[in-house]
Nanobody, 120 residues
Framework: QLQLVESGGGLVQPGKSLRLTCKAS????????IGWFRQAPGKEREGVSC????????NYATSVKGRFTISRDNAKNTVYLQMNSLKPEDTAVYYC?????????????WGQGTQVTVSS
């Protein structure tokens, strides 16, 4: 069964950091780009970051550029999202999804995501 499971969310104060993990099972991440997305209450899901299958290309939403870093460890079949200098507006459920290419839509169904809450 092809599956991506997100973890690492939590409640943090503004300015702090979190690292999210996206673990793949049932398939190899080697051949896929991986995107991180988020959905805040009452808002549509938006793309946050994406990394190509090779790891040589990344992109970020303007709102997180310079604060978030995406990385991957293909040996562990895992992708990470390091989130620094968190802001209350980063509060959302975060999801990961595989893509053929970062410019293309995600493939497959969404997982349960991981909740990130930034609040003092």
């Amino acid at each position: 069964q092809l599956q991506l499971v997100e973890s690492g969310g939590g409640l943090v104060q503004p300015g702090k950091s979190l690292r999210l993990t996206c673990k793949a099972s049932g398939f190899s991440l080697d051949y896929y780009a991986i995107g991180w997305f988020r959905q805040a209450p009452g808002k549509e899901r938006e793309g946050v970051s994406c990394m190509s299958s090779s790891g040589r290309s990344t992109n970020y939403a303007t709102s997180v550029k310079g604060r978030f870093t995406i990385s991957r460890d293909n040996a562990k079949n895992t992708v990470y999202l390091q989130m620094n200098s968190l802001k209350p507006e980063d509060t959302a459920v975060y999801y990961c999804a595989r893509k053929t290419l970062c410019v293309l839509p995600p493939i497959g169904s969404w997982g349960q995501g991981t909740q990130v809450t930034v609040s003092s």
